[in-house]
């Protein structure tokens, strides 16, 4: 698995970049813009191709869930800590049949402990950030972890490996393809690693 967090600021043909990356292979976008308000996040979802619709997952505003055909919907650290002890009462109003359930952790004892059943964790930093200037890696070792994790920080075609070995199940990257003056060529690149390096 390979998941795709969103540019916190808009960067120019970004949405054509984007559109370029679903054809060719992205499966897992994290909409991720704490800026934009629901009506930007309206906009921003209907200048993407509707076939894409389905990779993309919303960290704000969840009830786009009922209004686009989403793949599924990610709790950021605060807002896990806020509504999943009542899981129930978050979920009622939402239309998460086969959808995604994520969360974002910092910390490899709370994601262990979490008593909620997420399809997949993200847990960073792994490697120093790319993206985040003074975000140092701490090498997580998850190995003992017997839950879907997904590394995040310093993931470029060159960690890749070294991510596996840690005994992480997945990459998410921001930097190392947003970062880049050829974000397609350097998502192909990391993609290509990435399937030779699964285990």
């Known amino acids: 698995m390979i998941v795709l967090i969103a540019p916190e600021q808009d960067l120019p043909n970004e949405i054509n970049i984007l559109n370029q990356l679903f054809e060719n292979g992205l499966e897992y976008y994290h909409f991720r813009k704490p800026d934009k308000n629901y009506n930007d996040h309206v906009a921003y979802l209907n200048q993407i191709d509707q076939e894409y619709h389905n990779r993309i997952v919303v960290h704000y505003h969840h009830e786009l869930i009922n209004e686009f055909n989403l793949k599924g919907i990610h709790f950021q650290e605060q807002k896990r800590i806020d509504h999943i002890d009542n899981p129930g009462q978050y ?32 847990l960073s930093p792994v490697f ?5 200037a003074g975000y140092e890696g701490k090498c997580f070792d998850v190995n003992h972890i017997d839950k879907f994790i997904v590394g995040m920080g310093g993931i470029n075609a060159d960690t890749v490996a070294q991510t596996f070995k840690l005994g992480f199940k997945g990459i998410g990257v921001l930097g190392g393809v947003w970062n880049s003056k050829t974000p397609v060529e350097n998502f192909i690149a990391l993609q290509t690693v990435y399937n030779t390096s699964i285990v």
């Open 91 to 122: 979920f009622k109003h939402l239309n998460m049949f086969g959808k995604t359930i994520s969360s974002s952790f910092h910390d490899p004892k709370t994601l262990e402990d979490c008593e909620f059943e997420f399809d997949y964790h993200l």
């Open 128 to 132: 120093t950030s790319i993206s985040k």
